[in-house]
């Protein structure tokens, strides 16, 4: 498959490189490396991506941004950031992508285990995720037809990412970059649709 990665200089996307990268013909997106440049943020940047890319089978995206902080202090600029970047942006992404997938392609978003397990200071993140997962619920439902499938990824916080983020997740048992990367193998290369993989 010909398979483009947004996200891919992260720790989950290198990941989800290795396993992919094997059997696969990646291309690997990022703001500001890889093979092309993308910003999610942005209408212009993701049309102009697909211009360059073409025609795939697969779209992943392990990327996007949310804010951390006390819903006491929280101003709507700092809860728009994770709807503008994690949400929004992987939509965008997700529709610019079905118009440039071959027969049989799928998309793969990812979110997080806080969409149904909230932390403090994660209001925004818990928001971004839920919204993010129900969107591939009813796109697939439209998708299917069309011969396309959507997924998202939820996994745990990262081992890997523990020293950023450990202090956010209290009693949550991490799980490897690697583990998680086996879901994005199964939504790639498997046939279900509109489902939530959890790596938990």
């Known amino acids: ?91 965008r992404l997700s529709l610019a992508a079905q118009h440039h997938l071959n027969t049989g392609g799928s998309i793969t978003l990812t979110s997080g ?20 997962e129900g969107f591939v619920r009813a796109a697939a439902c439209e998708l299917l037809p069309r011969g396309l499938r959507i997924n998202a990824v939820s996994p745990n916080v990262l081992a890997e990412s523990m020293d950023d983020y450990g202090a956010y997740f209290p009693g949550f048992e991490p799980v490897t970059a690697q583990r998680a990367s086996l879901a994005y193998q199964r939504s790639v290369e498997g046939i279900q649709s509109g489902q939530v993989f959890t790596v938990w």
């Open 113 to 132: 285990i806080i969409s149904a397990q909230p932390i403090r200071d994660g209001a925004n993140a818990t928001a971004a995720n839920a919204a993010l």
């Open 1 to 91: 498959m010909k398979i483009l990665l947004v996200g891919a200089s992260g720790t989950l996307g290198q990941a989800v490189a290795s396993t992919l990268g094997v059997h696969h013909e990646l291309i690997r997106a990022g703001r500001h490396g890889g093979d092309v440049q993308v910003d999610l943020t942005d209408d212009a940047s993701v049309q102009a991506l697909f211009e360059k890319v073409g025609k795939v089978d697969a779209v992943i995206a392990t990327t996007g941004q949310v804010h951390f902080g006390p819903l006491a202090q929280m101003r709507p600029a700092d809860f728009n950031l994770g709807l503008q970047d994690k949400l929004l942006g992987q939509v």
